[in-house]
C-alpha cells in the first residue's frame, strides 16, 4: 500500500506560481508512474503532468505544458509540481497519483490507483 499526501496549495493571483508537493509513505519503492490531476467545480477531473520513476521521462497536457514542470526526490519519497504563469483557469482541486502498474495510458485517471485527498489551488485575476 502507498499513502500519497499533497501539500503547498493556496491563493496567488493571475502570473504568480506556487510549488506542489506530494510526500510518499508505504511502498513507494513499488511505483513506477506518478502524475499531477486536477479538478474543477464542475468539470471532470484532467491529468496535466506525469513522470516515469526510473527514467524522468514526463509527459504534459497542452494546457500547462511550458508552465508546470514536474519531478521527483527519491531521497525525500516526493513528487513535486512547480506552477508558473499561473492563470485564473488553473484553479482546482489538484490531487497526486501514483500506479504501481508497468504500462498506463497517459494522464488518464484509471491508470493510477494510488490517490492523495487534494490540495487547493486558487488564482485571482
Known amino acids: 500500500q502507498v499513502q500519497l499526501e499533497e501539500s503547498g496549495g493556496g491563493s496567488v493571483q493571475t502570473g504568480g506560481a506556487l510549488r506542489l508537493s506530494c510526500a510518499a509513505a508505504g511502498s513507494s519503492s513499488s511505483l513506477h508512474f506518478m502524475a499531477w490531476f486536477r479538478q474543477a467545480p464542475g468539470n471532470e477531473r484532467e491529468g496535466i503532468a506525469q513522470?516515469?520513476?526510473?527514467?524522468?521521462?514526463?509527459y504534459y497536457a497542452d494546457s500547462v505544458k511550458g508552465r508546470f514542470t514536474i519531478s521527483l526526490d527519491d531521497a525525500k519519497n516526493t513528487l513535486y509540481l512547480q506552477m508558473d504563469s499561473l492563470k485564473p483557469e488553473d484553479t482546482a482541486m489538484y490531487y497526486c497519483?501514483?500506479?504501481?502498474?508497468?504500462?498506463?495510458?497517459?494522464?488518464?485517471?484509471?491508470?493510477?490507483?494510488?490517490w492523495g485527498q487534494g490540495t487547493q489551488v486558487t488564482v485571482s485575476s
Open positions: 513522470i516515469l520513476t526510473f527514467n524522468r521521462r514526463t
Open positions: 497519483a501514483a500506479s504501481s502498474r508497468t504500462g498506463v495510458q497517459n494522464l488518464a485517471s484509471h491508470s493510477f490507483n494510488y
